[in-house]
Nanobody, 125 residues
Framework: QVQLVESGGGSVQAGRSLRLSCAAS???????LGWFRQAPGKERELVAV??????????YYGDSVQGRFTISRDNAKNSVYLQMNSLKPEDTAMYYC?????????????????WGQGTQVTVSS
């Protein structure tokens, strides 16, 4: 059974930084590692994706976080991270770590087979 466990969420003021961590199994062989978020009353949104399919490493970021957030992994620690800089109140949401090892795409919720429970990020103005 695969488990993903997020940590690092919390409350910060706008302009500050926060780093989320996700402990996962076998990050080296994962084809997709990603972060999604969902704010109250909003649809779940793709934040950042590390696409490792086909032996190629590529990154994708949602427009709203481009230039501010960075996704990375540390295979030695089987962890994936989301570095969030220049946080804005609109970044407030529950953040979910997601991963897949089945060769699905890496752009939608349905293409990620495994999910964490989420960690709350609250940004105050």
């Amino acid at each position: 059974q695969v488990q993903l466990v997020e940590s690092g969420g919390g409350s910060v003021q706008a302009g500050r930084s926060l780093r989320l961590s996700c402990a996962a199994s076998d990050t080296y062989n994962a084809n997709c590692l990603g972060w999604f978020r969902q704010a109250p009353g909003k649809e779940r949104e793709l934040v950042a994706v590390l696409n490792l399919g086909g032996g190629i490493t590529s990154y994708y970021y949602g427009d709203s976080v481009q230039g501010r957030f960075t996704i990375s992994r540390d295979n030695a620690k089987n962890s994936v991270y989301l570095q969030m800089n220049s946080l804005k109140p609109e970044d407030t949401a529950m953040y979910y770590c997601a991963a897949d090892w089945a060769g699905r795409g890496c752009r939608t919720e349905a293409e990620f087979g495994y999910w964490g429970q989420g960690t709350q990020v609250t940004v105050s103005s």
